[in-house]
């Protein structure tokens, strides 16, 4: 049996810690920023964990992670 491969986008877009838990970036800061107020933009820099409702779907896409 080959083995599994895994989301080339899942791979570039979260992070598994050592804990297990998963970490994502966030969104909405990449383009259409001068609307955005700064406070907002300060607000989305950095990561964050992903829902626990998206975790299951997450683990399948990284399968050796």
């Known amino acids: ?3 599994m491969k895994s989301k080339s986008s899942a791979k570039k877009r979260f992070i598994v810690r050592a804990s ?5 970036a966030q969104a909405f800061k990449r383009h259409i920023l001068t609307k955005k107020t700064t406070k907002n933009k300060r607000q ?10 998206d975790v299951a779907s997450v683990r399948a896409m990284l399968p050796y992670a």
Do not use: F
């Open 1 to 3: 049996m080959s083995k």
């Open 20 to 24: 297990g838990s998963i970490k994502r």
């Open 44 to 53: 989305l820099r950095g990561t964050t964990e992903i829902v626990k409702s």
